[in-house]
């Protein structure tokens, strides 16, 4: 692929993630909890236990960027946090069991409707490109910082000539 179809590709797929997170945003309760909160607690349910420092960084945003939205998780009971014993001005984050139960049912909606949209509107063989497409995609995500430069800790990618030859197969053989 030369570099004006990369970057024709990297346009095309920077506007269907642009508008497909439009669309899971419209699918969110309206009386549910806001995409930061959401994305704080997705990382605390992945990851485990967090600083406030360390979640700000895992949404590229300042520390106090997230105080407010940390408070109010606090307030209703959906994370707590503890002191560090070795640094008592460090508190550490953790999801509760009620947050778990309100990212489960908030990020449920909208797997549902994915899942429902991509089954009416996409044969088998395209929701297998996407099942690969999701997996480079985050392989894309992990890889990079704010760098062109890849993160140290994310594992060499592996190779994914099988499956993608497979999906491409089932696309375009005659069953």
């Known amino acids: 692929m030369d570099d004006e179809e990369l970057r024709a590709t990297a346009v095309s797929l920077r506007r269907a993630a642009v508008g497909l997170a439009r669309r899971l945003r419209e699918e969110r309760p309206a009386h549910g909890l806001g995409a930061l909160a959401l994305s704080l607690l ?38 707590r946090r503890s002191r560090d014993e070795d640094d008592r001005r460090r508190h550490h984050i953790v999801l509760t069991e009620r ?27 395209e929701c297998r490109i996407l099942a690969v497409a999701a997996d480079l995609l985050d392989q894309l995500h992990a890889s990079t910082a704010r ?10 990618p592996k190779d994914r000539t099988d499956q993608v030859s497979s999906v491409f197969n089932s696309l375009c053989l005659p069953e």
Do not use: N
Not at 46 to 57: D, I, K, N, Q, Y
């Open 42 to 79: 997705g990382h605390l349910h992945r990851r485990g236990a967090m600083t406030a420092g360390e979640l700000a960084s895992a949404e590229h945003l300042q520390p106090q960027s997230v105080t407010r939205v940390l408070a109010a998780l606090d307030e209703q009971g959906l994370i």
């Open 99 to 125: 947050g778990t139960a309100i990212l489960t049912e908030q990020a449920g909606t909208t797997d549902v409707w994915l899942a429902q949209a991509m089954a009416q509107r996409l044969t088998p063989a």
């Open 147 to 156: 760098s062109d430069q890849p993160h140290p800790s994310t594992p060499r």
